[in-house]
């Protein structure tokens, strides 16, 4: 390197210093990307730019990672440790040819390889995007483009405030001498490689260009499929074409984002000062695996869970910070009000009505739309549950959106479609003590001006924020695994419904939710909110939580419900000190130390936080169950009542495991469980530690809320096996809410209709009832004595009291 170029250098620093503020993406490169710090590391750029290789040494320093101005050793020779694929344009512009420099670079490294086995210089990609604006369409400058000397000026002076450093997956030179040869035509094609994956990066920061509103309406408006329904609701309703056109371009206006590139980059600073006031922390997982999705040309549908309003800006606001593109958003009508509903728009939000039955025009200008975004390769977000949870459980999903989206790529789309399973959890949710209140009988709420001001005016620390990204599905593939025929429906015009797309749609929403399961992030109010409601009196000793928390972290770390879901790395005496200091529980002191409690408010709201992990302990908690209700028992035995309770949970929950895998899966919970000594082996009878016998009967009582609903609908069926479907749900809950008043139970989905649906659907499919849903005798007989054996003698009373007094009402009448 010259004088003069260090010189530069060094003059550059102060103000870059002050005029740039760099976000690196992704913000731990070593475990993210896989590098190994041990081997030589060098930096390849885009462009020839002493400004980006200043910008970069920064973020590397930051980063804990080699200076890219320090020179490479390698025995006796020095080598720069940055490489450009492209000169940097003169004013009269450039060819964007591969410098010679880096060319000489890359054969004389190839040429090292050959000489020495044992070297493997990693080769990592940056890039350093200034400010992240897609352009409009009717722009046709490339995506990526070099900038001359004055445009970087300006470039800096407006969007040094967000420049974002990214550093992709290194690539091996090892593996390229020992696969390409070391010739410079595998220079020259290493140097085409790289410019593409840069074109792509930039493509996935900052996303397609945005559409001219008005040009985007006639657009769809000319097409095939909305020209031929105007056609037909103008001729069926003998109106003139032009009113139907208008009508038609009104819904797009309420449908459509028109979204804001200024709006997303202003709201991020105001969003990041809203979190760092709200939240002590985002926890955020797994978001190496979207970029690279979203580098490799996959039109991504986020599919997250849905527990707060919160969710739609938490979800963009780290999407934005992990270098992506914020997604256009699904989002109810009602929340088209002012000023929410503009500010929602700009900053991606379309809208939807929550039905479409009955309007043919509506659901084909909307289909129409949907396709449109997936077309140009905007990502779209929606909430398959429909709304959000009430119980804190995820919710069976609502299958119109997915079935769409289905649709759309049965038009032609080129691109392979891939849904993100996405969990989002809080150690708080604002609308949690309005969640307990509807599930009880009072009126939802209108969303309203009003409503915002009063949230906004609770705000508060609220503990941790978690976003966890679940294990990808690629749509092409599932598709060609259950529907290899579906490349013969497609139709550029009309979307089809073929044979195969209910089932499909179907068994695919619950692979979804389950995979947003498996992502569930524990965490200190979840994990003290299951302990002190598994406690009879809502209350343990501070020392018994630690315990029982203990036991928890155990399960999880050493029996991981799945590769996506997260533990607290803190241990159970932090996590109960944190979750003290959240103000939700009541600490009192006696001589003998702390109590930890629950008022009976605080009780129902818990409820909430619990549930949304309850799913990782269903099984351990029905092992313990069992064996503390029968004491002693095989291991055969276990399995067998078990795996005849699993598939409702399975159903309920969403539990990720398949029949054939889930003996070995008790096997293994067993073995931790003897291993904790709560379980007791002697080689053929698997029982209870008598030691132990407050943690583990803490664990049994996770699932006994649960077994209490299935033994109130199995006696039911019992007792009248001809019992019409709704009858038996509406029946069931309503026991359920008598059960809840009586015995002080607190659980949400006692108020909750949807868990008798699910039960009763899980009943059909496991064979307890025939086609017209009666009862088949002998099966739910076995199964009513079994779940009768799980519920205490009070519960079993109470279900049989409330039925005695039923029949006496109508028999009366």
Known sequence: MSSWQKFYQK????????LVKTHSIPSNPVEDLALDLARPIIYILP????????????????????????????????????VFVADAPSIFGSDGELPPSSLTLFTELLELHKQDAELDIQLIPASILWGRKP????????????????????????????????????????????????????????????????????????????????????????????????????????VPIEKVRKEAVDMMEEIAANFSYSLIRHGERILGWFWNRLYQGLNIHNA??????????????????????????????????EGMVPPHIAAGINLNFFPAGPIFRRGGGFFIRRSFKGNRLYSTVFREYLAELFAKGYSVEYFSEGGRSR??????????????????????????????????????????????????????EKENVGQVLRTLRKLRNFGQGYVNFGEPIPINQYLNDHAPDWHKDIDPIEPQRPHWLNPVVNSLAVKMMTHINDAAATNALTLCGLALLSSRQRALSREELEQQLACYLELLRNTPYSEQSTVPSEDAAELVAH?????????????????????????????????????????PSLIAHIVVQYQTLTVDEIHEQVEKLYPFLKAELFLRYEKEELGAVIDELIAELVRQRLLLNDGVHISMNNARIGPLQLLARTISETLQRYAIALTLL?????????????????????????HGINAPEFFDKGVFATLVKTLREEGYLNEECHAVSRPVEELADQLASMVSPEVKLTIHAVMSREEREITTD
């Open 11 to 18: 003059t550059l620093n102060l103000p870059l210093s002050l």
């Open 718 to 742: 019992r007792a009248e096996p001809q019992m019409m479907k709704s009858d038996l749900e509406q029946q069931s809950q309503m026991m359920a809410q008598r059960l809840s008043r009586l």
């Open 288 to 321: 190496q695996r979207v970029r690279q999705l979203a580098q490799d040309g996959h039109e991504i549908v986020y599919v997250p869970c849905h527990r707060s309003h919160m969710d739609y800006l938490l979800l963009s606001y780290v999407l934005y910070k």
């Open 579 to 619: 979750a003290i200091e959240m103000d939700k529980f009541l600490v009192e002191r006696d001589a003998l130390g702390e109590i930890v409690s629950l008022d009976r408010q605080q009780s129902i709201l818990m409820t909430y936080y619990r549930n949304n992990i309850i799913h990782l302990f269903a099984l």
């Open 391 to 444: 119980t804190g459980r995820l919710l069976p999903a609502k299958t119109g959106m997915l079935s769409m989206t289905i649709q759309a790529m049965l038009r032609g789309l080129n691109r392979p479609v891939t849904l993100v399973p996405v969990y989002i959890g809080y150690e708080h949710v604002m609308e949690v003590s309005t969640y307990a209140k509807e599930l009880q009988g009072k009126r939802k």
């Open 47 to 82: 462009f020839r730019s002493t400004t980006d290789l200043v910008t970069l040494r920064r973020s590397t320093k930051e980063l804990g990672l080699p200076d890219p101005l320090a020179p490479l050793e390698i025995g006796d020779r020095t080598f720069n440790r940055f």
């Open 135 to 238: 352009g409009k369409e009717t722009n046709h400058k490339p995506v990526l483009r070099a900038l001359n000397g004055p445009e970087k000026m300006f470039t800096v002076l407006a969007h040094g405030r967000d420049c974002m450093v990214r550093l992709s997956s290194p690539v091996s030179l090892r593996y390229m001498a020992d696969h390409h040869g070391i010739d410079n035509a595998i220079a020259h094609k290493l140097a085409r490689v790289a410019k593409i994956h840069f074109s792509r990066q930039q493509l996935a920061a900052s996303g397609p260009k945005l559409p001219d509103r008005q040009l985007l309406f006639k657009r769809l408006l000319a097409s095939k499929a909305i020209e031929k329904v105007v056609e037909e609701e103008a001729l069926s309703r003998d």
